[in-house]
């Protein structure tokens, strides 16, 4: 019987220290980085407005105050997260903050999710999370890259429904 829990025991630390979340990775920069280039119809002009009445405004309560950079082809901005740890105390969740790209080309659009940081007295990469030899390393660090996964997921799919050009309905004359 021990032989057998032994076993169990083993098997279930060997897929907790695999299981990996794997989140891609910028070769030049070596951070974390979700990036997208989706085709487009319209102008430049037609498609950033759409970007910003479309998404910025939906998606942001306040898409001019996070806005570092809008020079009406490319969109640079910085805002934060909140990730949940299970903890009832939701003041004990740890904050993220990120910074988008959002490049608007003729027939195409390149979005781009880099830079997340832990915001604490000094910022962390989130990257740190990824080193499993780390000897601070936690179990629910994985669970956080899967939040930043879901999250970059979510956001990208909203970026892209609001691509899409309203369809004008055409009124009848009687």
Avoid at 43 to 67: C, H, Q, W
Avoid at 125 to 131: D, G, K, Q
Wanted: hydrophobic content about 35%; overall charge negative; charged content about 30%.
């Amino acid at each position: 019987m021990k032989k057998v829990a032994l076993l169990f025991v083993a098997v279930l630390f060997a897929t907790v220290t695999f299981a990996q979340t794997n989140l891609p990775i910028d070769p030049k920069t070596e951070r974390i980085c979700f990036r997208k280039v989706i085709p487009t119809q319209g102008s430049e002009d037609e498609v950033y407005n759409r970007i910003f009445s479309g998404f910025m405004n939906k998606y942001y309560k306040s898409p001019a105050t996070l806005l570092q950079q809008n020079d009406g082809r490319t969109m640079k901005g910085k805002h934060q997260l909140q990730l949940d740890n299970g903890d009832p105390v939701k003041s004990k969740w740890p904050w993220i903050t990120y910074r988008f790209i959002i490049e608007v080309r003729e027939g195409r659009v390149r979005y781009t999710l880099t830079d997340f940081m832990q915001k604490t007295q000094s910022n962390h990469p989130c990257e740190e999370w990824m080193n499993k030899e780390d000897p601070n390393y936690q179990p629910v660090w994985d669970n956080y890259l899967e939040q930043m996964a879901a999250f970059a997921e979510d956001w990208g799919q909203k970026f892209e429904e609001s691509l899409e050009p309203e369809k004008v309905i055409e009124e009848e004359e009687w």
